[in-house]
């Protein structure tokens, strides 16, 4: 596609729900990034793919979240149980590789834990 | 614990003077710089990537790079109200993809008056 598309747009979960982010990288585009933005503040690295391998995943902040990108092109960040404090948005993004060029975002899911 | 550090703001200056916005950041390691805008409610956009010691000119945007003193600069000419908006700085490790996650600062909030 001509962006990365994230969906869905808003999500309002009770505490306790289980929930998925979608996000649908750039077509080509080889690596892709989760990160949580807390309102008022900057982003903050969840993980990172590059194809179907996670890389990276220090920034998970517990073993509630979890993601996948099993053939390499989209990717589901899922969270168990959620809590209250997960209420934020959810910013993927992606880069060709070895640009150096930064990474474009997607519009974001903003997560809303009850 | 690699850290960038932003003011705040709110950083208010007229219509057609200079906005000079800052960053530090603490991973000597870092090579690549980003400057993201991010208007409320939507996802941060590159506007700016520096690699090189000095000065990189695009169209009203002039970024300043200092990697002795780990300081990275905004400036941005003749600003428009259409400006208003929050910049993050983002030092990489790398030059993107693979090679480094983009680390955020907080951001900075720039507020253009007519």
């Known amino acids: 596609g001509a962006g990365v598309s994230q969906s869905p747009r808003y999500k309002v979960a009770k505490r306790g729900q289980d929930v998925a982010l979608r996000c649908d990288p750039i077509?080509?585009?080889?690596?892709l990034f989760w990160y949580q933005q807390a309102l008022g503040q900057g982003p903050e690295f969840l993980t990172y793919?590059?194809?179907?391998?996670?890389?990276?995943k220090s920034g998970l902040p517990s073993d509630r979240f979890f993601a996948e990108r099993p053939e390499g092109s989209v990717s589901t960040l899922k969270i168990q149980r959620t809590q209250q404090e997960d209420s934020a948005v959810y910013l993927c993004?992606?880069?060709?590789?070895?640009?150096?060029?930064?990474?474009?975002f997607g519009s974001g899911t903003r997560l809303t834990v009850v | 614990q690699k850290e960038v550090e932003q003011n705040s703001g709110p950083l208010s200056v007229p219509e057609g003077a200079i906005a000079s916005l800052n960053c530090t950041y603490s991973?000597?390691?870092?090579?690549?710089f980003f400057w993201y805008r991010q208007y409320s409610g939507k996802s941060p956009e590159l506007i700016m990537s520096?690699?090189?010691?000095g000065d990189k000119e695009d169209g009203r945007f002039t970024a300043q790079l200092n990697k002795a003193s780990q300081y990275v600069s905004l400036l941005i000419r003749d600003s428009q109200p259409s400006d208003s908006a929050t910049y993050l700085c983002a030092p990489c490790e790398g030059y993107g993809g693979s090679q480094g996650n983009l680390i955020f600062g907080k951001g900075t909030k720039l507020s253009v008056k007519p």
């Open positions: 077509s080509g585009h080889v690596s």
């Open positions: 993004a992606s880069s060709v590789e070895g640009q150096g060029s930064g990474y474009t």
């Open positions: 520096i690699y090189s010691n």
């Open positions: 991973d000597r390691g870092s090579q690549s």
């Open positions: 793919f590059q194809n179907e391998a996670q890389l990276d």
